[in-house]
């Protein structure tokens, strides 16, 4: 290492393409490496991203001789803050080579950002809050991630720990593979028993009716989630955004609602099939000029599948629903002879009735992601 550090914050379009950029610099030669879709990553940091109306960020591009060697974001939340109550600041889009002096530049810019934007605890890495991309891959480094799940070099784990930061939850991940997850006929009877004697319905998403279904899937994930460490629920703005992104990905037969007998939802499960599989023939994570073509034509042949979010409310999380959606959804999965694998993320590691649940149905964990604090 020769030059100085020189840390500078993103100012304008030409910058945020430079900041997308920069893990297609430090990791593009890694065959191993998933690029993210750069259109994705860019609507997040577009002044123009609904988040904004409550969130003020900041981004930075550190670079040793002209060249970039990383980047790290900033982001001070006031719904969130308001929400849990707390005075957080969030890091983020973290990326960077193996260099401690580029890293403790990085901390160092960001944190004082924080601090002058009244944050009192940094927490992080997410982008920009637990509703995005979250946490630091600590375990499960040997299996690919699956679609919008973090991950990073074994690295930054040294990185982040040598820079003071301390562990503020884990959020773990299990892989149900087939073959694998079973259930015998006393545990079939016993969900059986708890259906009828709960009177709920299982119930395939209605796409003609999208945006009403988009709305009762994300008042039951909110509700569900209320209660949750680092969690706020999503503004109807920012729903309608994230349902517009996904749309072409939603599988209505695997996203299912949990009903009453009087139409209340009760519970929801979102699965989506695992984009990442096809992300490998678009190294350049670019559409155009031909990698829409192998987008569209990969998604139909993923073999792995993703619960993106499952939620059940809060009155009715006693009620052994939770083992029930699961088991739907698996026998649904089943049904499909190409699926080899699905994976439940991220769960925190102190949901212990939905992790046992995951569990109880053969699950294995199979991936850790940590989230950090640090006082400023």
Request: glycine share 6%; charged share 25%; aromatic share 10%.
């Amino acid at each position: 290492m020769s030059g100085a550090i020189e840390v500078r914050p993103v100012v304008g379009g030409s910058d945020r393409r430079r900041f997308v950029d920069v893990p297609f610099q430090l990791f593009g030669h890694d065959p191993a490496w998933v690029p993210p879709l750069r259109m994705s990553v860019h609507d997040r940091i577009s002044p123009k991203n609904p988040a904004n109306a409550h969130q003020v960020t900041r981004l930075w591009i550190a670079y040793r001789d002209g060249r970039p060697v990383g980047r790290i974001g900033a982001c001070v939340d006031s719904f969130f803050n308001q929400y849990q109550q707390v005075e957080w600041g969030w890091v983020g889009f973290f990326e960077v080579a193996d260099d401690s002096e580029a890293v403790e530049a990085m901390f160092d810019v960001a944190e004082k950002w924080l601090k002058l934007h009244g944050a009192t605890t940094a927490v992080g890495p997410a982008s920009f809050t637990t509703n995005d991309e979250t946490g630091l891959l600590v375990e499960g480094f040997d299996d690919p991630p699956y679609f919008l799940e973090t991950h990073n070099p074994p690295y930054y784990e040294r990185l982040w720990v040598d820079n003071g930061w301390q562990q503020a939850m884990d959020l773990w991940a299990w892989k149900l593979v087939r073959g694998g997850v079973t259930l015998d006929e006393r545990q079939r009877r016993t969900l059986e028993r708890l259906k009828q004697r709960s009177q709920l319905s299982i119930r395939a998403m209605n796409m003609k009716d999208f945006d009403a279904e988009v709305k009762r899937l994300f008042e039951v994930y909110n509700a569900a989630w209320s209660k949750n460490w680092g969690f706020a629920p999503m503004p109807e703005a920012e729903i309608k955004h994230l349902a517009k992104q996904i749309k072409q990905l939603v599988d209505p037969e695997i996203t299912l609602v949990v009903e009453k007998p009087d139409g209340e939802a009760v519970a929801v499960a979102i699965l989506l099939p695992d984009v990442n599989q096809v992300m490998p023939k678009l190294r350049s994570g670019r559409l155009l000029p031909f990698g829409w073509y192998h987008l569209v034509r990969g998604v139909p042949k993923v073999t792995r599948v993703r619960f993106f979010a499952v939620g059940i409310k809060p009155e009715h999380q006693t009620l052994a629903v939770g083992p029930l959606i699961y088991q739907e959804c698996l026998e649904r999965l089943m049904a499909r002879p190409q699926l080899m694998e699905a994976q439940a993320s991220w769960i925190l590691a102190s949901n212990h009735r939905m992790n046992k649940a995951i569990e109880t149905l053969g699950g294995t964990r199979s991936k850790v992601w940590r989230v950090y604090q640090r006082p400023l």
